[in-house]
């Protein structure tokens, strides 16, 4: 990778970031908004992005890519399903603002991409079914359900935090305590 390519690369994520931070709090946000949180030019957050739409099916894929990345951070197949559970639960919940936007706009999640199934997906579902098969999780409650509630919780957390003022930490520990119970056989 030359340098060039890095620094563009480098732009671009700071402009997705940017993005991700301006947008969750005002999704109404100009790409002047977006350009100024970034730290770059108007001109410089065009040549990337022409239009708002850009923008946003950039966003949509940066989202999923982040997914993705958290998925694999959380080291599915270690330890107990619980233990999984519990990390990539941590690992999703780092992605707060970015994801609150997206379940925030409806229209943003008919993104291409959103509704086809990733191997994230693929990857919680291993995690749900190895959890009935070890006794840890509730056989009662299908991956899917598992996996609904787990977004679930997770925007719940998201909302207390940024709607409530209460300290990430406590938002994500009741997130865990419920998930907890939630799953239990």
């Known amino acids: 990778m030359d340098v060039l390519t890095g620094t563009r690369a480098r732009t671009r994520r700071a402009i997705l970031d ?3 931070a301006v947008l969750s709090k005002n999704s109404g946000a100009s790409l002047a908004d977006v350009a100024t949180e970034a730290g770059v030019g108007r001109t ?3 040549r990337y992005f022409r239009e708002r739409s850009d923008l946003l099916a950039a966003l949509s894929v940066y989202l999923l890519e982040r997914i993705e990345t958290a998925t694999e951070r959380a080291r599915l197949d270690e330890g107990t399903a619980l233990e999984a559970l ?3 639960c941590q690992e999703y919940f780092e992605l707060g603002d970015g ?3 997206a379940f925030d706009n409806p229209q943003l999640t008919t993104w291409e991409g959103w509704d086809e199934e990733t191997d994230a997906d693929r990857a919680l579902t291993r995690l749900v079914q190895r959890g009935h098969a070890d006794g840890s999780f509730d056989p009662g409650q299908p991956a ?3 996996t609904q509630m787990l977004w679930a919780m997770l925007y719940t957390a998201w909302q207390h935090t940024r709607d409530q ?5 406590s938002s994500l520990e009741l997130c865990l305590r419920s998930l907890r119970k939630c799953v239990a056989p």
């Open 86 to 88: 519990e990390r990539v």
């Open 144 to 146: 899917e359900w598992v």
């Open 165 to 169: 003022g209460a300290p990430k930490h």
């Open 99 to 101: 994801l609150l936007f």
């Open 18 to 20: 940017a993005a991700v």
């Open 44 to 46: 410089t957050i065009h």
